[in-house]
């Protein structure tokens, strides 16, 4: 049984789109979609000659689902990207309990901004915004097409030529703009120059693809029909220009636009397989503690540029993804306008790293809240009485309170477990509050301090759709000295650690957790425990 494709393509749209599913061995085994059962609407509507075929087949893992109840309530569900989809199906709609304060002119437009900054909006702008740049006119022809300020690129049948890596450059890779230089990077089509130079304005390492691709060059002949490739990627890559891989809030920009591209690239049903080959475009050998989360994008390892250091590589599908330091982009400069929340884009990402990580919800033998605290074994930083404050939440028998750190010597999926089964998660200003991700909907991300940073992780709570807490009198945080910046002579909040006025500290957990107790999607998940605790993980 070969993979389905859903409604029949023109030649000419075919040629341009990127094609992923063209030779899954487990194609009729489901084994590429493989997403959350929440998810499945929105994927089967995208293509409803799959959702028929496995509706009909004994063996599709996914036709209980199709034909059950909860599914059929939700037919009409789509991301929120697609031409047809109305704002009351999108699988998650934000909200702007906030005033409509600041550059917009009514409660609409407060919503539509968020939408476009923030949330599947900005998939569907990436989508409409994509234009040709290098046409292909016969079927084995290379192509190329890119959104606004080559932000995010898909193509076929390309070459780039990595022989200088070998040759003339002995010094690591990293945020360089100069990798490639003219034809070395090219293919065989009918090439739209001007249009790709209109899109240059963002030249920089971790904002556009325009460094690479400012160099493209048509070719004379086919690459690979030609033999002029050392290297063929036969299977669907990425390549991608990676942030700090060492510090989680910054990496999982990384794992988020990649997240994203996935849907700008959602053009046929195995687009979410992981089949897929990772190219990342540093000579660095990559490591990161959070490297298993590039399980759920692909189960092969991971290449960088000593890969192919001295060879001409073609790849027959390749997408650039959208980047991490993207002005206006998604989140690390993402503008987030004032008195809205709960993206469904950071929502769904969340839910789909989870899955795809095996990391579940456990079990409550009762319904006492969990508290984590993350206590922090760095120079600076530290919660100086970490114990006192732990001691007086812990005794309180309405809380389950444990203490984490999360270092190397924890797997990053078991720290996600920790984070997932979290109902009010504490700690200090740090890339640690990144977890803010996974907690469940009804948490709180209590930041103990946020050493006068106080948008950092409040804006990214909000983008998660997850309450958020600070100290709120000053007067009682009690800083062990100035703190001066390492390499400025200047004073810095970041460099010093800190003690806590233990009452405060007991009141503000107590009004996260009465936060906790009043949310809907808490009381809802306690009924289901108390009632049906078999079937929490419905649609």
């Known amino acids: 049984m070969g993979c389905v494709r859903g409604a029949v393509l023109t030649i000419s749209v075919a040629i341009v789109l990127l094609t992923i599913c ?15 059962k929440a998810h499945l609407p929105m994927y089967f509507k995208r293509f409803p000659a799959l959702e028929k075929q496995c509706s009909e087949d004994e063996t599709c893992p996914y036709r209980t689902i199709i034909t059950s109840q909860s599914y059929q309530n939700r037919k009409d569900a789509c991301w929120g990207y697609e031409d047809s989809c109305t704002e009351r199906n999108r699988y998650v709609n934000h909200t702007c309990p906030g005033s409509h304060i600041g550059y917009v002119k009514n409660k609409q437009a407060q919503l539509d901004t968020f939408y476009s900054q923030a949330d599947f909006g900005f998939v569907r702008d990436q989508i409409r915004e994509t234009r040709i740049m290098c046409e292909p006119q016969f079927p084995h022809d290379s ?7 080559l932000r995010f690129c898909r193509g076929r049948n390309l070459m780039i030529n990595f022989t ?5 450059r002995s010094e690591p890779l990293r945020y360089k703009m100069d990798v490639l230089g003219p034809g070395q990077i090219g293919g065989h089509c009918r090439w739209h120059g001007e249009r790709l130079r ?3 304005q963002h030249i920089s390492p971790l904002q556009s693809w325009g460094p690479e691709l400012r160099f493209f060059e048509r070719l004379e002949h086919p690459p690979i029909e030609d ?8 299977k669907p890559a990425f390549i991608m220009k990676i942030d700090a891989a060492i510090n989680m809030y910054h990496h999982f920009c990384d794992f988020l636009n990649l997240y994203a591209s996935l849907h700008v690239n959602l053009s046929q049903p ?5 089949d897929t080959h990772v190219l990342i475009w540093e000579s660095f050998t990559y490591l990161s503690p959070f490297a298993e989360t590039f399980k759920v994008f692909t189960k092969n390892p991971i290449a960088d540029l000593k890969t192919y250091a001295g060879k001409v590589v073609c790849f027959r599908n390749v997408v650039l993804p959208l980047l991490p330091r993207m002005i206006f982009g998604l989140y690390y400069n993402t503008p987030i306008i004032y008195g809205c929340e709960n993206s469904g884009l950071f929502h769904a990402f969340s839910e789909h790293v989870l899955h795809r990580l095996k990391v579940r919800m456990s079990a409550r033998p009762d319904d006492r809240l969990r508290i984590t605290f993350l206590s922090r074994q760095t120079r600076y930083r530290r919660v100086l009485n970490e114990e006192e404050l732990i001691g007086r939440i812990a005794v309180n028998p309405n809380y389950v309170v444990q203490r984490v750190s999360y270092g190397h010597e924890l797997s990053f999926v078991e720290q996600l477990r920790i984070t997932r089964n979290s109902d009010i998660f504490i700690g200090m200003h740090g890339a640690g509050l990144t977890h803010l991700l996974f907690l ?8 103990l301090y946020h050493c006068e940073d106080p948008n950092c992780y409040r804006d990214l709570a909000r983008l998660r759709g997850v309450h958020y807490l600070t100290w709120e009198r000053d007067h009682l945080v009690y800083p062990e000295g100035e703190g001066k910046h390492p390499e400025r002579d200047e004073r810095h909040a970041k460099f010093t650690n800190y003690a806590f006025d233990v009452n405060e500290f007991e009141r503000l957990v107590g009004k996260a957790a009465d936060q ?11 009924h289901l425990k108390a009632n049906r605790p078999a079937k929490r993980d419905e649609l």
């Open 22 to 36: 063209t030779r899954f061995a487990a194609c009729d085994k489901y084994e590429y979609i493989n997403l959350p």
């Open 143 to 149: 192509s190329l097409e890119c959104s606004k300020y």
């Open 164 to 168: 200088d890596l070998a040759q003339r």
């Open 198 to 200: 209109d899109e240059l």
């Open 227 to 234: 033999g002029r490739c050392d290297v063929v990627i036969e």
């Open 270 to 274: 195995g687009a979410f397989g992981t």
């Open 440 to 447: 469940p909907k009804w948490a709180t991300l209590f930041e």
């Open 516 to 526: 906790v107790k009043n949310h809907k999607e808490f009381q809802k998940f306690i």
